[in-house]
C-alpha cells in the first residue's frame, strides 16, 4: 500500500473524455493524416485535462502538480547520529517475550522490575491493541532498554538498521538514567516499545515524530504523569509559535498534540490508527550509504495527499487544529480527551488587548515559523450592545496564513466563530466582528502555513525554517 503512494504520479492522466471520444470514432473512418495525427498529438499533450459538462460541453480542469525537490536539500534525519554504538553489558531477558533489559551497576531487584514494566507495555501495545510487533536486530539482539547509571532527564533511543528489508526498518535500543529522580519506570517502558513499533513501520521517519507517536500511544493507555503535564505545558508557553521540526525531542509534545488531533477528526474507532496508517504509508527505503534517511514521503506529504494537495483544504485543517490547541484546557473539542492537563495546557496569547483600548496594531514578539501559531485576545471590558469590531491582519510573502476568531463566553467557552476567508498568494486579510452581549472576549488566531509557493509546501524535513512575521490590526467601528 505505501509503495503504491510512491510509485503514482500525482498528476492526473493528460487528455479527457473528449480526446479518447475523438480517437475512438474518428480514427476508424478517416486515413491517416499528418494533420489529424498532428490535432490528436496536441490534444493528448496539452497541459489542461479535459472534463464533460452537460450543459456546456468540455470545460478546463487544473491539474494536480507538484513542484520538483532540489535533491541537494535533506529529507531527513541523520543515520550516524541515530546509531547504536554505546555498551550494553550484561541483560535481563524476558523468556515470553523478545524484550531485555539492562542495568549495567543497578540491582537485580531493578532489573526485575523494570522488566515487567517493559512486558507489561509490550501486552498493552502489541497484543492488546494489535500494533507492529518492534524488530529484533539483524544479530537477533530484541528490544532492549538500559538503565544507565546516570541522571539522564529524558530518555534516548538508538537504531540498529534491518538490512535487506523493502523499507527503512530498524530495531531500538532504549536508554534511561537510573538516578533520574523523576524515572517513571512503566511511562519510559510504554515510550521504548512506542519508538520500537514506530522505527519498525519507518525507521526513517525522524526521532521527533518517533517520539511523538510514543507520546500519543501512552496519552491513550496509560496514565498520564506530571512530567506529560508538565511537557504540555510547555509547548504551551514556549513550543507553540515554532515549527514542528524534525531532530528536537524537546518539542515533540506539540507534535503529538497534532497526531492525537488528527486521530480524533479523521481516525477510526481503533485508537491511534490514524498515527500508525501515516507512520506505513510514509515508509521508503533510503540508500544505506547516504549520510540521512530519505524521509520522503514523509507522515505531513502522508496527510497532505489524503487531502488531495487541496491548498483550501490544508488551509481549513490547520485552522482546525488550531482551534483545537486553543480549547485543550477545556473539556470540548478534538482534543477532550486530553483534558486532564487542565490550565496549565492553556495557550499564552502573545497579546492581550482591552476593547477600551482600541485601535491598537499589534505583532508576535517573534516571528512565526512554518506551521507556528499566534494569538491575541481581546477582553471586552465596558458593557457592549451589538459593538462591531475592525480586524485587519497582514504578514510576509511568500508565506500563506490563515485566519479565525474564536467569540468565547463565560468559562472561556467557545460561543461563537468566524474564518476569515483563505486566499492563496494573499498577504492582506480583512473582517468586521459584531460582539454580542453574550461574548466575554474574543481570541483571535493565525497560522503560518509556511512554503515558499503553492506547488513547495512547507516540510519539516527541510531546515533550516524561514519564518514569517505578521501584523494585527482592530478597531471600533
Known amino acids: 500500500m505505501g509503495e503504491t503512494v510512491k510509485s503514482q504520479p500525482l498528476t492526473r492522466p493528460l487528455g479527457g473524455p473528449l480526446t479518447r471520444r475523438l480517437g475512438g470514432l474518428l480514427l476508424p473512418r478517416i486515413k491517416r493524416g499528418s494533420s489529424l495525427i498532428a490535432l490528436l498529438a496536441i490534444l493528448a499533450a496539452g497541459n489542461t485535462a479535459l472534463g464533460d459538462s452537460v450543459l456546456l460541453g468540455p470545460t478546463p480542469r487544473p491539474l494536480l502538480v507538484r513542484g520538483e525537490i532540489d535533491p541537494s536539500l535533506p529529507t531527513g534525519a541523520e543515520r550516524w547520529s541515530q546509531l547504536d554504538l554505546g555498551k550494553i553489558g550484561r541483560l535481563r531477558c524476558s523468556p515470553q517475550l523478545p524484550l531485555c533489559v539492562g542495568s549495567p551497576s543497578g540491582t537485580d531487584g531493578e532489573s526485575t522490575r523494570a522488566l515487567a514494566a517493559l512486558e507489561a507495555a509490550w501486552k498493552h501495545l502489541v497484543i ?31 537504531l540498529h538498521p534491518r538490512l535487506g528489508r523493502p523499507f527503512d526498518s530498524a530495531s531500538v535500543v532504549c536508554r534511561s538514567g537510573a538516578k533520574n529522580p523523576r524515572l517513571d519506570l512503566e511511562r519510559d517502558a510504554h515510550l521504548c516499545v512506542g519508538e520500537g513499533i514506530a522505527a519498525r513501520l519507518d525507521a526513517g521517519e525522524t526521532p521527533r515524530n518517533r517520539r511523538a507517536y510514543a507520546l500519543s500511544l ?22 507553540w509559535q515554532s515549527a514542528l521540526g524534525r531532530d528536537d525531542l524537546e518539542n515533540a509534545p506539540l507534535t503529538a498534540l497534532v497526531f492525537e488531533y488528527f486521530d480524533r477528526v479523521r481516525g477510526t474507532a481503533a ?36 487531502l488531495d494537495d487541496d491548498h483550501a483544504k490544508l488551509a481549513q485543517m490547520w ?65 457592549l ?93
Open 128 to 158: 492488546a491493541l494489535g500494533l507492529s510487533e518492534p524488530l529484533s536486530s539483524d544479530a537477533g539482539e530484541p528490544l532492549t532498554w538500559i538503565l544507565e547509571p546516570t541522571d539522564r532527564s529524558m530518555m534516548s533511543v538508538a
Open 271 to 306: 485508537i491511534d490508527a490514524t498515527q500508525t496508517g501515516v507512520f506505513a504509508l510514509s515508509a521508503q527505503h533510503s540508500d544505506p550509504s547516504a549520510p540521512r534517511y530519505q524521509n520522503h514521503p514523509d507522515v505531513f506529504d502522508v496527510l497532505r495527499r489524503s
Open 319 to 383: 485552522r482546525s487544529w488550531a482551534v483545537a490547541r486553543v480549547l485543550l484546557a477545556g473539556d470540548t473539542g478534538a482534543l477532550a480527551r486530553l483534558g486532564w492537563v487542565g490550565d496549565l495546557g492553556r495557550l499564552e496569547p502573545a497579546w492581550t488587548l482591552p476593547v477600551s483600548s482600541l485601535p491598537r496594531r499589534v505583532a508576535p514578539a517573534y516571528p512565526l515559523a512554518p506551521l507556528g501559531m499566534t494569538a491575541v485576545r481581546v477582553l471586552v471590558d465596558q458593557p
Open 385 to 477: 450592545d451589538h459593538q462591531t469590531l475592525g480586524l485587519r491582519v497582514t504578514w510576509e510573502p511568500p508565506s500563506s496564513f490563515v485566519w479565525t476568531v474564536l467569540k468565547l463566553g463565560p468559562d472561556d467557552r467557545e460561543i461563537g466563530r468566524v474564518d476569515l476567508a483563505y486566499q492563496q498568494r494573499a498577504t492582506l486579510a480583512e473582517q468586521r466582528l459584531v460582539l454580542d452581549p453574550k461574548v466575554r472576549s474574543l481570541l483571535v488566531l493565525g497560522i503560518n502555513l509556511g512554503g515558499v509557493d503553492l506547488a513547495h509546501p512547507s516540510d519539516p524535513d527541510h531546515a533550516p525554517f524561514e519564518p514569517h512575521g505578521c501584523t494585527v490590526y482592530l478597531a471600533r467601528l
Open 218 to 239: 501512552w496519552w491513550s493507555l496509560g496514565s498520564p504523569r506530571d512530567l506529560d503535564v508538565q511537557d504540555i505545558a510547555d509547548s504551551a508557553h514556549r513550543d
